[in-house]
Nanobody
Framework: QLQLVESGGGAAQPGGSLRLSCAPS????????AAWFRQAPGKEREGVSA????????MYADSVKGRFTISRDNAKSTVYLQMDSLQPEDTGVYYC???????????????????????WGQGTQVTVSQ
């Protein structure tokens, strides 16, 4: 059964960068749409970014557009989230999620909603502060 493992979280200063990775355990991600979600303290989990199985189509929450970049390397079966110009409000636990690429089609707003995904990682902490 496919499981996901996130890595790359940690501490950064405002304006800094981090890169998160999401790799599978017990399978591969090639046929899966993948996404990143985050949950700040005291807030609900929110969709950050998603990418289709081939890597040619992506989507972002308005709060991270122009600062975050999602990508994937299917040869390594890994999905990445490059986070630049980090701000304190980016602090939270970041989760990788995946769903099989077939119906429904990859599209907004569904693929930034938790309910669309059925495979989740355990999360990695990102803290942005001086």
């Amino acid at each position: 059964q496919l499981q996901l493992v996130e890595s790359g979280g940690g501490a950064a200063q405002p304006g800094g960068s981090l890169r998160l990775s999401c790799a599978p355990s017990g399978g591969n991600l090639d046929d899966y749409i993948a996404a990143w979600f985050r949950q700040a303290p005291g807030k609900e989990r929110e969709g950050v970014s998603a990418i289709n199985s081939g890597g040619g189509s992506t989507m972002y929450a308005d709060s991270v557009k122009g600062r975050f970049t999602i990508s994937r390397d299917n040869a390594k079966s890994t999905v990445y989230l490059q986070m630049d110009s980090l701000q304190p409000e980016d602090t939270g636990v970041y989760y990788c999620a995946a769903r099989f690429r077939l119906e429904p089609p990859f599209a907004l707003p569904g693929d930034l909603r938790e309910s669309r995904y059925n495979v989740w990682g355990q999360g990695t902490q990102v803290t942005v502060s001086q």
